[in-house]
């Protein structure tokens, strides 16, 4: 599978555009191409698509995390570009009631290796990809207690690697079985997690590619 980081609060690779925000495009085998939150500014996220060599026609569905405008804010100005995807929400989305959307309402698989945590402390939902390493957690700010995001995710399997912002989380020992830490966005602990983890962390950024 590969994770490219579309937006983000820095830039890995020169030339995109670094925003309060998170995006990324998740590709897995036989799976339909999602893109996990839509960062805070929609023309950012198609001119950093466009760098990146990323069709927004070529995506079939959006997944979004939680309803916060660095996660939903360019969704308007993608689906301008592509009105086709299927968007996959919770029961939180009251700012997207004029859209179609698939409603989550607990931990459920989307596809045969593709899930959802469900919401979480009545906020966030997370995505689990299940590869043949384990699974590969994404998240989009981790607003839920982590431990609770951790446990939920680990009914669909062994967890291997986690992607996505974590804001204050700092119960560090959660992450021992890890194999692969990638924090984002808003996340306050990055060189603590570096610190401790330092052959499973990977800086994040737009223009990050993570292949498993």
């Not at 968007?87 to 309402?105: G, M, V």
Request: aromatic content about 8%; proline content about 3%.
């Amino acid at each position: 599978m590969k994770v490219t980081i579309i937006y983000d609060n820095t830039v890995h690779e020169e030339g995109l555009e670094a925003d309060w925000g998170f995006s990324c495009l998740v590709e897995a085998e036989n799976t339909p191409k999602i893109l996990f939150d839509t960062g805070s500014d929609g023309k950012i996220l198609l001119e950093n698509m466009e760098k990146l060599k990323i069709d927004p026609a070529s995506i079939n569905e959006v997944f979004l995390s939680h309803p916060h405008y660095d996660h939903v804010g360019g969704l308007q100005e993608f689906l301008r570009k592509n009105s086709e995807v299927k968007i996959h929400t919770t029961p939180s989305f009251y700012n997207l009631k004029n859209l179609e959307t698939n409603n989550i309402t607990g931990a459920t698989k989307i596809h045969e290796n593709i899930f959802s945590t469900g919401e979480l402390d009545g906020i966030e939902q997370s995505m689990g990809v299940v590869t043949g390493k384990g699974i590969v957690l994404i998240v989009g700010c981790s607003h839920p207690y982590m431990g609770h995001i951790l446990k939920k995710a680990k009914k669909f399997g062994k967890i291997y690697a986690i992607i996505g912002g974590m804001h204050g989380f700092s119960e560090f020992r959660l992450f021992k079985d890890l194999e692969l830490i990638c924090p984002t966005h808003c996340t306050q602990h990055k060189e603590k997690l570096k610190r401790l983890y330092p052959n499973k962390y990977i800086d994040g950024g737009a223009g990050r590619i993570i292949e498993i």
